[in-house]
């Protein structure tokens, strides 16, 4: 059974394929382009991370302990096409994904804690870990490139709570959550400020991906200058 996620990141691959559709600014003069396809991969390999190794299946919860970041927009994308609820405040999950996999993470209650290295050349965490936590970055390479779900996804399960306490379930979260009001109709170039917050982020970013468009992704030290919202040839920002 599909649900929106699954379907959004089968046009995301699919038609123009290798367009941008998720561009990232960050510190340090990072800049991380993501094709379609080049997407889809990164989701398919933690999506197949989360299933495979750390045992997550429909309804399992995952917690992003992130800020807005091209790879917490892909964690979300990767549980939501798993039929995962994302957990975006303190509420419970099984699952956290965190930039700081220290003693309050691992003594959280969680099941596994996930350590996210943001930098986008991470190889591996820079340091140590605790026992036990997960290192994204060292292991989804090593995972598939195509999904294939072992449990049909239920299109009737919370998929988010947004922040006014509203519970959206897959089947609607592309209706319900992603940000729609305002953003042009057909394959906008938007602007999204990372200052923004997680919740707002990945909801421009689906209302965006919703209407064949893509995202640039800026992060809140980054200047977003005149020259930027012109060689990213922005439509709306």
Known sequence: MSIPAIDLMTALRSGQSTSPRLTWYGPD????????????????????????ELD?????????????????VVLALAAWQLGMEVVLDAAAAELIATADPGPAAAGGGFETVMAVALPALAMRWPGSLPSGVVDYAAEIRSHGDVFMP?????????????????VHTHAGLLAGFAAADGTPKEGPRLLVRAADGLEPVLAQALGAWAADGSVVLVHPEVAVTERLLGDERVSRS
Do not use: C, I, M
Not at 56 to 72: F, I, M, N, Y
Not at 150 to 166: I, L, M, N, Q, T
């Open 29 to 52: 003069a990072e800049r991380v382009e993501l094709s379609g396809r080049v997407l889809d991969n990164w989701v398919a390999k933690t999506s197949n991370l989360l299933q495979d």
């Open 56 to 72: 997550a299946e429909p309804g399992t919860r995952l917690r992003l302990d992130l800020p807005a970041h091209w790879k917490s």
């Open 150 to 166: 072992h449990v049909d996804p239920e299109p009737g399960r919370p998929a988010v709570r947004d922040a006014a306490g509203s």
